[in-house]
């Protein structure tokens, strides 16, 4: 029963990071699109997004190990 809620947590605790790389990625692209003259701006955006997504996915995997060992 350990196990499986290790498991679930850690599921949930990194879907929502890996749901926001999803939607970030395919807005940028989307934008992009529209407007080419503005990748850099968007490029930038797009890279701080993907970080402060990872690093929630990474504080919450963390508190997950610390929180079951």
Request: no cysteine; charged share 5%.
């Amino acid at each position: 029963m350990r196990n499986l809620t290790i498991l679930l947590i850690m599921f949930l605790s990194t879907l929502g990071p890996a749901l926001v790389i999803a939607f970030v990625g395919y807005g940028s692209v989307q934008a992009i699109g529209r407007n080419p003259s503005a990748t850099p701006r968007v490029m930038l955006a797009m890279i701080i997004a993907f970080l402060f997504a990872e690093a929630i996915a990474v504080i919450a995997l963390l508190i997950v190990f610390n929180l079951f060992k």
